[in-house]
């Protein structure tokens, strides 16, 4: 039987949820993974203080397309009344939850007492939180890490802060802040916050298959998980997570699917950027969706040249020529 979590008003299947990734989780990545299966997806992080100046970039990080819900549009911000107004002018693109960013390590957002600063500071995450809550009528979350450091998890307490402030639900990435991307994600503060609130808990960090999203769920008990770095070229994680869910099998993709997904991912990249604009940024994708691939490694260079889709489209096809007649692929043995 499906099983849901609700976020105030909004019902979201339990499968797997798609992460903010900045400079990733685009338009067209967010609209991939939906239809893969993705079971709610969140904006790029979009900057309260950009957002208040009406800075015309930042409002197009906000649009919302109906194929995209349940939407959760991400700010980050350090002043309450800041960030707050700029909640209440995101409400003309009608998100289904506003999300605050409480966990980003880069020296740009967190040098400025926003995203993992507040890790710092419960109090002044609570308040944002409170003022969030006053200025809209739409379930507010959060997302944090672990702590700032190995010296100060504080998960728990910054958690329960929040709570007390009436937020909607936490995402916890089980990193700490000096961490960044490296290292482990620790699962046990995963569970530990779960424990100690009762607004639904999104467990995040290194679920890199359908299997991981199962421990994450059974050994945190948390309400949904969510899948960043996992999802690169790698869509299939939301359909085989929705899959086991719903009892299907699941096999895995073909060298053929993943290259035909690719080029129809970057058809809609194309579609909101344009060809030239969009290619550039597809090349990263077009290297992830051949990593681990039998004789990648003489085509990933290539990647990073690609300038339009025919380009891409040759190179899918030469690819797949080349493993055909050099690779016994079926066994994964090249050569
Ligand atoms: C390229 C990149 C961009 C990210 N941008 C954001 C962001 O805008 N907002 C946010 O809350 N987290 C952001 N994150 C953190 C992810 O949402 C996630 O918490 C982290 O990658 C851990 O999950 P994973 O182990 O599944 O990758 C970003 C991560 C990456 C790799």
Not at 44 to 51: G, Q, R, T, Y
Request: aromatic share 8%.
């Amino acid at each position: 039987m499906e099983q849901y979590t609700q976020i105030g008003n909004v019902r979201i299947k339990k499968t797997a949820v798609l992460a903010p990734m900045a400079s990733v989780s685009d338009t067209a990545y967010r609209l991939l993974n939906k239809e893969f299966g993705a079971s709610l997806v969140y904006s790029e992080m979009v900057s309260a203080k950009a957002v208040t100046y009406m800075d015309k970039k930042t409002f197009e990080l906000c649009k919302i397309l109906p194929q995209e819900r349940p939407f959760a549009l991400q700010l980050f911000g350090s002043e309450p009344q800041t960030v707050a107004l700029a909640a209440k002018l995101c409400m003309q693109f009608s998100p289904d939850i506003i999300d605050i960013n409480m966990g980003c390590p880069v020296p740009k957002v967190a040098g400025n007492g926003c995203g993992s600063a507040l890790m710092k500071n419960p109090h002044l995450a609570a308040k944002i939180i409170c003022a969030c809550k006053e200025s809209v009528d739409i379930p507010i979350t959060a997302k944090i890490r672990a702590g700032w450091d190995d010296n100060s998890i504080n998960a728990v307490e910054m958690a329960q802060a929040l709570e007390a402030a009436g937020v909607d639900a936490i995402a916890v990435h089980g990193r700490t802040k000096t961490q960044m991307y490296s290292g482990k994600s620790d699962i046990n503060i995963i569970k530990s916050v779960k424990q100690a609130v009762s607004v639904p808990v999104i467990g995040n960090g290194d679920v890199k298959c359908a299997q991981d999203c199962i421990d994450m769920y059974s050994k945190t008990g948390c309400d949904l998980v969510m899948v960043a770095r996992g999802s690169y070229g790698n869509p299939w994680i939301f359909r085989s997570i929705d899959f086991i869910a719903d009892g299907k099998d699941f096999s895995e993709p073909t060298l053929e699917e993943r290259l035909e997904t690719m080029l129809y991912h970057f058809s809609k990249i194309i579609e909101f950027k344009g060809e030239a604009k969009g290619m550039h940024e597809a090349r990263k994708h077009a290297a992830w969706y051949i990593t681990g691939e039998a004789g990648a490694a003489k085509f990933r260079a290539r990647c990073y040249t690609l300038s339009s889709y025919n380009e891409a489209k040759a190179l899918a096809d030469e690819y797949l020529k080349y493993i055909k007649s050099h690779c016994s692929y079926k066994e994964g043995y090249c050569e």
